[in-house]
C-alpha cells in the first residue's frame, strides 16, 4: 500500500465568519464545519506539490490488497489540497476537482485516462467548493464559500466567463434547473437557496431554508425545490412558485447530500451524523431510512440505472482534531438499490469525500489526502455475480 499524506498545515479561524452548529451535537455533525476550517494550503510547499499531479497504480483500493475485491482502482494522483468536489466532463476525457479555499488555485483538471495534471484554474477570492457541468458540457460552474460566488467556466478554455452573486454568504452546493435556466446555489450560513437566472446572469432571488442548507435537487418539473439540512437534519421542499416551504422529515441529525432517480420516483439523503441514508418518494413525501453505512457519510452518487448507490463515508474521526487522519480509512461503499445489499466496498484514503461517475469509470477524492483515485466499476450483473465482494472482509483492512 502507498500513502501520499498531504501536510495539515493551519486552519484558518473562521467561526466569527459562519454560524456555528451547536457544541452539543455529536461529533459527526460539526465534522462539515471543521471541513469547511481548513486553510486549503496555498503555501509555497503545495504550489511545488500541485504544479503537476502524480499518476500511479496500486493502493490499498486495488483488488490483490482486497480479497475478492469488484472495483478495480487504476490509480491516484496527489497533489491536490483539500479536494472537495469532482466532476468529469461531458465525454469523461477529463474531471475537474476543486479545491477548497485555495488561493493558489481553486479548480484543477486531470487526464481521465492518465490521471496527468492538465490545467489549474484560479478564482479570484480563494478556493471553489462544488463543480457541476451543464447539460451541453459547454458551460462549468464552481461555487466559492469565501465570497458567496458563482463561477461560470468555459470548459473548452478553461477561462471564466461570467462571476455570478449570490448577495448571501458561505455558497456551497449548487445545481442547474431541467431547461438549463436556472441556477440554484445553497448557502450554509446564509441559511438560503440562491436563484439565478442563466439567461441574464443576476440573482432572482433568494429563498430562505432551515439552518446550514447543504444539498439540493430541483424536481425536473421545475416545481419544487429539495433541501438537506445539515444543522438538524431536516429534509425540506420548497415550492419554487410560491417560495412556500414544507419540512417532511426532521431527525436532529445532519442531511448532506441529496442524489435523485426520478424514473423511480426516489430521492437518496445523506446524514452524515447518523451514518444513514435515507430514502423519499417523490409521489407522496414519504420518508424511509434506506441503509447503515460506515462512519461519516457525505457524498453519494448513482450508477448503472439507479441500480446501485455509492456512499463515500470519511471513516472515525481522530478525537483530537479534526484537522489530522483518524484511526480509521474511509471507505466507498456500493449498495443494490433494490435489496440494500452491500455489492462491494473499498477502503480509501483519509476521508474520502468527492466521488462522481462517468460510464464504467468513477472517481473520488480523499480530502486530508490531498489525492483522488480512479476507479473501474462493473455493470450491475457483474456485482451480483461478485456475491458482496469485500463485505465480509474490508473491515479487517480499515483499521491503521
Avoid at 479536494?83 to 488561493?103: C, D, I, Q, R
Avoid at 423519499?280 to 457525505?298: A, C, G, H, I, S
Avoid at 484511526?327 to 462491494?344: K, Q, S, V
Avoid at 472517481?363 to 465480509?392: A, H, M, Q
Amino acid at each position: 500500500m502507498t500513502w501520499h499524506l498531504w501536510p495539515n498545515g493551519e486552519a484558518v479561524d473562521i467561526e466569527k465568519e459562519i454560524e456555528k452548529t451547536d457544541e452539543k451535537k455529536v461529533e459527526e455533525v460539526i465534522v462539515e464545519e471543521s471541513e469547511e476550517q481548513e486553510e486549503g494550503k496555498g503555501d509555497e510547499n503545495d504550489k511545488k506539490k500541485s504544479e503537476k499531479g502524480v499518476a500511479f497504480q496500486g493502493s490499498v483500493s486495488s483488488t490483490e490488497d482486497l480479497p475478492n475485491q469488484i472495483v478495480d482502482c487504476l490509480y491516484e494522483t496527489s497533489g491536490v489540497p483539500s479536494p472537495k468536489s469532482v466532476a468529469f466532463n461531458l465525454k469523461g476525457e477529463e474531471y475537474w476537482v476543486t479545491s477548497l479555499m485555495n488561493k493558489s488555485r481553486g479548480v484543477v483538471v486531470f487526464d481521465t485516462e492518465t490521471g496527468e495534471h492538465k490545467k489549474d484554474i484560479v478564482l479570484p477570492g480563494g478556493g471553489g467548493v462544488e463543480v457541476i457541468f451543464g447539460s451541453d458540457g459547454g458551460s462549468v460552474y464552481v461555487s466559492q464559500m469565501e465570497t458567496g460566488r458563482v463561477y461560470e467556466i468555459d470548459s473548452k478554455t478553461k477561462e471564466i466567463t461570467r462571476t455570478l452573486e449570490t448577495q448571501s454568504a458561505w455558497t456551497k452546493v449548487v445545481a442547474i434547473s431541467e431547461d438549463e435556466k436556472t441556477l440554484f446555489a445553497s448557502n450554509w450560513s446564509g441559511n438560503s437557496v440562491s436563484v439565478i437566472d442563466l439567461e441574464k446572469g443576476k440573482l432572482s432571488k433568494n429563498i430562505q431554508t432551515v439552518t446550514n442548507p447543504r444539498g439540493i435537487y430541483p424536481t425536473k418539473n421545475g416545481r419544487y425545490l429539495y433541501v438537506a439540512g445539515f444543522k438538524n437534519g431536516e429534509i425540506e421542499k420548497i415550492n419554487l412558485e410560491t417560495t412556500e416551504s414544507n419540512i417532511i422529515y426532521r431527525n436532529e441529525g445532519a442531511m448532506r447530500h441529496i442524489v435523485a432517480d426520478e424514473e423511480k420516483g426516489v430521492l437518496y439523503f445523506s446524514d452524515m451524523a447518523n451514518g444513514k441514508i435515507y430514502r423519499v418518494y417523490l409521489e407522496d413525501d414519504k420518508v424511509e431510512q434506506f441503509v447503515k453505512t460506515e462512519r461519516n457519510p457525505n457524498t453519494i452518487a448513482l450508477t448503472d440505472g439507479g441500480r446501485v448507490l455509492v456512499v463515500s463515508n470519511r471513516g472515525v474521526n481522530n478525537p483530537e482534531s479534526y484537522y489530522i487522519p483518524g484511526p480509521e480509512w474511509g471507505t466507498l461503499m456500493f449498495f443494490n438499490t433494490a435489496t440494500g445489499d452491500i455489492l462491494d466496498v473499498v477502503v480509501g484514503g483519509n476521508q474520502p469525500t468527492a466521488v462522481d461517475i462517468y460510464n464504467n469509470k468513477l472517481v473520488y477524492s480523499n480530502f486530508l489526502d490531498g489525492s483522488v483515485v480512479l476507479c473501474k466499476i462493473p455493470d450491475y450483473e457483474e456485482f451480483l455475480k461478485g456475491d458482496g465482494g469485500t463485505r465480509d472482509v474490508y473491515r479487517d483492512y480499515i483499521r491503521k
